[in-house]
């Protein structure tokens, strides 16, 4: 099998000699970008084309940002926004707010739209001039990627170069995935006439990508020739009034079957847009406000006694772990307690299996299995975040239409992973 960089370097040059770019008239409106996991930062970079001609450029992969935003000094293709367009009204840029109150302001059409983006890493911002850009990303029928398809109006904004501080070396910027009008996803939807459906396939593999399929609720093919589309279950997205995450109606966990018993709910969120709980791509390990991590730590420990493991010396940041050799092996990962969380409807339930619950720490003399969830303290915005780590290798599709999120659970039960999509450029969708 060819090394993956070998493939994007072939699959590059096919898209670039034999491919004409795709207008958004097509009747194609399915496409996808390849997610790639660095190891350093545990965080994820999703790759698309911008400026024209197009350029592969790698960006964050933030699920929560309502807008991207990236490093415009190797750009010459770009267009600034000024204060009086309907753009930059409806982003709300305080550096224009004069000119929503009275739009015939002198300075209005020459003064340049400027926003604030955010490192959603390091909680720095930056000022940036909005900008519209052209984007392209490769067609899909959910087998294989095919030939560019772009528009010319992509909204984001440029930033410092400082603000690339504590991202993964490589990214250019930010690409915004949230809840918002102007995120990539919906502005691909809305541009290609296509249904306001994302799904997600983050891969924790070191050599081989996961996917992200933007406009479109199926098929996504795996090898050996599986549609994962069809292993989905859904649950409500419920509204955050403040943030533009992804928040989930969690109502319970349960840990081999036995509730967690918590003294909070766990899926309220108030008006000022604290609780519940939410997705995020910037969290490695998904992370617990005290109390309820406390309780969830207490039943997994309990209920790994039942399995003979004994817990051993802690190693940061975790603070439950087992020796390496007293922990068997499956396809779905070690032999530990399986953890279900429970959504609005006590059938319908993520499972996490050992893959996505521990984490394998090997290095000195240490070879240990640790619990992959993190205490979040006492005082916290949201009472859980999922991370990184739980989501690889699980298939999350997410409807904006329906407000409904469709998960898989582990698709290593399935005898395939995120990274077993095939990347190798398809010749049917010409």
């Known amino acids: 099998m060819l090394p993956y960089k070998l493939i994007s370097l072939i699959t590059l040059f096919f898209f670039f000699t034999c491919s004409l770019l795709i207008p958004p008239s097509s009747s194609s409106s399915a496409v996808l970008s390849s997610i790639t996991k660095d190891h350093e930062t545990l965080l994820y970079t999703l790759s698309l084309y911008l400026n024209s001609p197009p350029q592969l450029t790698n960006l964050l992969l933030d699920l929560s940002a309502s807008y991207s935003w990236m490093d415009c000094s190797n750009s010459s ?3 600034s926004i000024s204060c009086n367009s309907p753009l930059c009204s409806a982003i709300g840029s305080r550096a224009c707010a004069k000119c929503f109150h009275s739009p015939n302001h002198d300075d209005c059409s020459t003064s340049p739209c400027v926003l604030s983006p955010l490192n959603s890493v390091t909680h720095k911002s930056s000022t940036g001039k909005a900008i519209v850009e052209s984007i392209a990303l490769p067609v899909t029928d959910g087998r294989n990627p095919g030939q560019l398809r772009g528009f010319s109006e992509f909204f ?6 400082s603000l690339l501080k504590g991202l993964t070396k490589g990214v250019a910027g930010l690409a915004g995935l949230g809840r918002s009008r102007f995120s990539l996803t919906t502005q691909v939807s809305t541009s290609f006439s296509s249904t306001r459906t994302f799904a997600l396939c983050l891969s924790g593999s070191p050599s081989a990508p996961g996917v992200a399929f933007f406009g479109s609720a199926g098929p996504y093919y795996f090898l050996p020739e599986i549609d994962l589309s ?4 859904y649950t409500p997205l419920i509204p955050n009034p403040v943030h533009s ?11 081999n079957g036995v509730t967690v018993q918590l003294n909070q709910n766990i899926s309220a969120v108030n008006h000022q847009g604290f609780g519940g709980t939410k997705l995020s791509t910037i969290t490695p390990y998904t992370t617990l406000q005290s109390n309820i991590y406390n309780a969830f730590t207490e039943t997994f420990v309990n209920e790994s006694a039942k399995l003979n493991l004994t817990v051993t010396n802690p190693v940061e940041p975790f603070k439950v772990c ?10 779905v990962g070690p032999t530990v307690p399986t953890v279900d969380l429970v959504m609005d409807n006590h059938d319908v339930f993520w499972r996490i299996f050992g893959s996505n619950s521990m984490v394998r720490i090997a290095r000195n003399d240490v070879d240990v299995w640790c619990l992959g ?8 915005e949201t009472s859980i975040i999922i991370g990184g780590h739980q989501m690889e290798n699980n298939l999350l599709q997410f409807d904006l239409e329906q407000e409904k999120l469709g998960f898989s659970s582990s698709v290593l039960a399935y005898s395939t992973s995120c990274s077993n999509f095939n990347f190798t450029t398809s010749g049917n969708l010409s």
């Open 77 to 79: 293709t770009h267009r």
């Open 156 to 161: 984001l904004s440029c930033s410092k170069k």
């Open 230 to 233: 069809k292993t989905l279950r």
């Open 245 to 255: 995450d992804y928040y989930v109606n969690l109502t319970s966990i349960k840990v």
């Open 322 to 331: 087992y020796n390496a050799d007293e922990v068997l092996d499956t396809k």
């Open 373 to 380: 969830f993190l205490d979040g303290g006492i005082k916290t």
